[in-house]
Nanobody, 121 residues
Framework: QVQLVESGGGLVQPGGSLRLSCVAS????????MGWYRQAPGKQRELVAV???????TYADSVKGRFTISRDNAKNMVYLQMNSLKPEDTAVYYC???????????????WGQGTQVIVSS
């Protein structure tokens, strides 16, 4: 069994910062790409940022220059540092990872339960 658990969401004023964390646990052989997605009310889930196992990063245009994704391979963790937050960043943020399990070496796409980020004055 593999689990992803996010933390760090909350309420922040426009212009403020938050740092999201996500830890992967369970029967993990290896982790390929890890990323963050978000879903605002009434909208489709969208990619925010992704980081490969070699730390190559990709960002949505809407967050470039404001958000930074990073990972700690030793701890099976991925982070999202969010600065200069705007009201339009309000959404549920989901952690995602491509994980190869110990049991059968199969590659699976896993999601966390989500953490709410609200940007409002």
């Amino acid at each position: 069994q593999v689990q992803l658990v996010e933390s760090g969401g909350g309420l922040v004023q426009p212009g403020g910062s938050l740092r999201l964390s996500c830890v992967a646990s369970g029967s993990i052989f290896s982790i390929n790409a890890m990323g963050w997605y978000r879903q605002a009310p009434g909208k489709q889930r969208e990619l925010v940022a992704v980081i490969t196992s070699s730390s190559t990063t990709t960002y949505a245009d809407s967050v470039k220059g404001r958000f930074t994704i990073s990972r700690d391979n030793a701890k099976n963790m991925v982070y999202l540092q969010m600065n200069s937050l705007k009201p339009e960043d309000t959404a549920v943020y989901y952690c995602n990872a491509l994980i190869r399990r110990i049991s059968d070496r199969s590659l699976g796409n896993y999601w966390g339960q989500g953490t709410q980020v609200i940007v409002s004055s």
